[in-house]
């Protein structure tokens, strides 16, 4: 088992931070904090932010946060890191404090993904309390959802993971896409030291935006209807239709963010028995719904009425 114990936090870059602070409260229901660098810090529990927020020239996702429980796993992880020749930057001062962090190290894997290790997190323990009424996000021990990465160098970026990190292999897919002949793009969905089904999954293609999407829970299908409706009240862009993962048997449903990648929001993830388990290849998606031509289809309808 990893000694990597959860996806603690991601970063994001915005040309407006205003919008990502309308989207953070009125459609995730979370609740927003400016920070001292000008940015935004998104509060979905206990934790001061899960989403960092940085203005910037671009529209993208910058970095993946990962926690270990205790300063011997940070120091551990580090070691593996540095044996495997990977370059590795450790901070413990203006860069830590800003992620709330006692320290903090970062580093690239094989297809320049960057990633941020943190130790000992700071807190002031105040209470979310969602502008929306959204009664609690599925976090703790199990960590703030899943991140979802490109690895065009994909062969690498999975020893990467598996090999230095020790993250495990929950699940399989190659996606084949429509309108294409012998065209297999690997998805590989990976565990680290807890029981949600992937904290991390790795797919074998580019993506503009540096992440492919980030899921966050709630606790019932009724709080995942509220965000269709904020969502929509918004005319934030839909990217896919409700509907539930074969794998991680997530109910669910996608949603663009001001910084170009997804969100996947959804309730009833599989929280699993590692002993247990069995890793399988699947074959399709989802078990009912998901579809994922809705924003091609709304990008289309709002060409058309604008021509």
């Known amino acids: 088992m990893s000694l990597i ?15 990502w602070k309308t989207y953070a409260e009125g459609v995730l229901g979370m609740m927003t904090a400016p920070t001292l660098e000008g940015g935004l810090h998104v509060k979905m529990d206990e934790r001061q932010f899960r989403f960092l927020v940085q203005p910037g ?42 992620r709330c962090a006692r320290q903090l190290a970062t580093f690239a894997d094989p297809s320049g993904n960057r990633h941020e290790l943190v130790w ?19 976090t703790g021990d199990i960590g703030m959802g899943h991140t979802v990465l490109p690895a065009p160098d994909f062969e690498a970026t999975v020893r990467f993971f598996r090999e230095v990190l020790g993250f495990g292999l929950s699940d399989i897919y190659n996606f084949e896409p429509p309108g294409t002949t012998g065209v297999v793009l690997p998805i590989h969905f990976l565990h680290c030291g807890n029981g949600r089904h992937h904290s991390l ?10 992440c492919v999407h980030v899921m966050v829970e709630v606790d019932d299908v009724a709080e ?11 005319q934030a862009l839909q990217t896919a239709t409700l509907g539930q993962h074969t794998n991680d048997r997530m109910i669910s449903f996608y949603m663009r963010t001001p910084s170009g990648f997804d969100i996947e929001f959804g309730c009833g993830g599989a ?22 031509s809705v924003s091609q289809k709304a990008l289309l309808d709002k060409d058309a009425a604008q021509a």
């Open 57 to 98: 020239a671009h529209d993208r996702y910058v970095a993946s946060g990962w926690e270990t429980r205790t300063q011997a796993d940070f120091e551990a992880v580090l070691a593996a890191l540095r044996a495997a020749g990977v370059a590795v930057e450790l901070d413990d001062g203006a860069l830590a404090r800003g």
């Open 120 to 138: 000992g997190f700071k807190s002031d323990f105040i209470r979310f309390a969602s502008p929306a009424g959204v009664p609690r996000f599925v």
């Open 224 to 234: 995942v209807g509220r965000a269709i409706d904020r969502m929509q009240a918004h």
């Open 5 to 19: 114990s959860a996806l603690a936090y991601v970063v994001a870059e915005t040309t407006d931070i205003a919008r």
């Open 201 to 210: 999954a790795l797919a074998g293609f580019p993506a503009q935006s540096g």
């Open 271 to 292: 929280v699993v028995d590692w002993a247990e388990h069995v890793v399988h290849e699947f074959t399709r998606v989802s078990l009912w719904g998901h579809d994922f």
